[in-house]
């Protein structure tokens, strides 16, 4: 997903495929940020929710309304405030390695890119789920 596509179809995406965090590129197609899915449901809760959880239990929110949200915004708009840097490995880069940056980082997506001088280019993601499906499958 880049920032400017429509935060409706980003919530699609995370929901259809299971997806623990989003990657969100720039318009240039660059790895911009990574945004758990977590961080993206708060931004759907009032915030008065949020600080005051017991308060959530009482308040008839229906999913519907809080997924109305997200009509007409884009991904740039829906995201938090903060933001999480993508990580990121080279398509040579083992299990193991990526597993660290996940572990070192927080991050339960990592981009894989390959880098041709300033050029950078998406190859596709490796999110915390797959990699511990190739670990379980090894032992």
Avoid at 110 to 135: C, K, N, P, S, Y
């Amino acid at each position: 997903m880049t920032t400017d596509d429509e935060a409706m179809a980003a919530a699609r995406l995370l929901a259809e495929r299971s997806l623990p965090a989003l990657l969100v590129l720039d318009r240039d197609g660059q790895p911009y940020a990574i945004v758990p899915g977590s961080q993206l449901i708060r931004q759907l809760l009032p915030s008065y929710l949020v600080d005051a959880p017991r308060l959530a239990a009482a308040v008839p929110v229906v999913g519907g309304e809080l997924a109305e949200r997200l009509a007409g915004l884009t991904v740039a708009e829906w995201m938090p405030r903060r933001l999480y840097p993508p990580q990121a490995a080279g398509p040579d880069a083992q299990p193991i390695e990526v597993a660290a940056l996940m572990a070192r980082s927080h991050s339960p997506l990592v981009a894989v890119i390959e880098r041709d001088g300033d050029q950078v280019t998406l190859l596709g993601t490796v999110t915390a789920a797959r990699l511990m499906q190739h670990f379980i499958r090894s032992a």
